[in-house]
Nanobody, 121 residues
Framework: EVQLQASGGGLVQAGGSLALSCLASGFTFDDYVIGWFRQAPGKERQGVACISTSEHSAYYFGSAKGRFTISSDNAKNAVFLQMNALKPEDAAVYYC??????????????WGEGTLVTVSS
């Protein structure tokens, strides 16, 4: 059974940092695309960043570029999202998801439970 467990959310002031973690199990971790996605109240789920666990190549969606860093530790079956310079508009429930090849909120094959990020202004 595929499981993705996100953690690390919390309350942070604007300009602050948070580090999210996603622990994965139930699939061949080093042959997947693992991504972070987020959904704010009343908005569609959107991509934040993805990483290929085989190549360790990363892709960032516009809002994350320059502020967020995605990384993976294949030995721990974990993917991390370091978020710096947080803005109130970054507040959302953050989800990690896995797929063999896609980095797209509409088609990711496996999803974990989200972790809430709140950014105070």
């Amino acid at each position: 059974e595929v499981q993705l467990q996100a953690s690390g959310g919390g309350l942070v002031q604007a300009g602050g940092s948070l580090a999210l973690s996603c622990l994965a199990s139930g699939f061949t971790f080093d042959d997947y695309v693992i991504g972070w996605f987020r959904q704010a109240p009343g908005k569609e789920r959107q991509g934040v960043a993805c990483i290929s666990t085989s190549e360790h190549s990363a892709y960032y969606f516009g809002s994350a570029k320059g502020r967020f860093t995605i990384s993976s530790d294949n030995a721990k079956n974990a993917v991390f999202l370091q978020m710096n310079a947080l803005k109130p508009e970054d507040a959302a429930v953050y989800y990690c998801a896995a797929d063999r090849s896609n980095c797209d909120a509409q088609v990711m094959n496996h999803w974990g439970e989200g972790t809430l990020v709140t950014v105070s202004s």
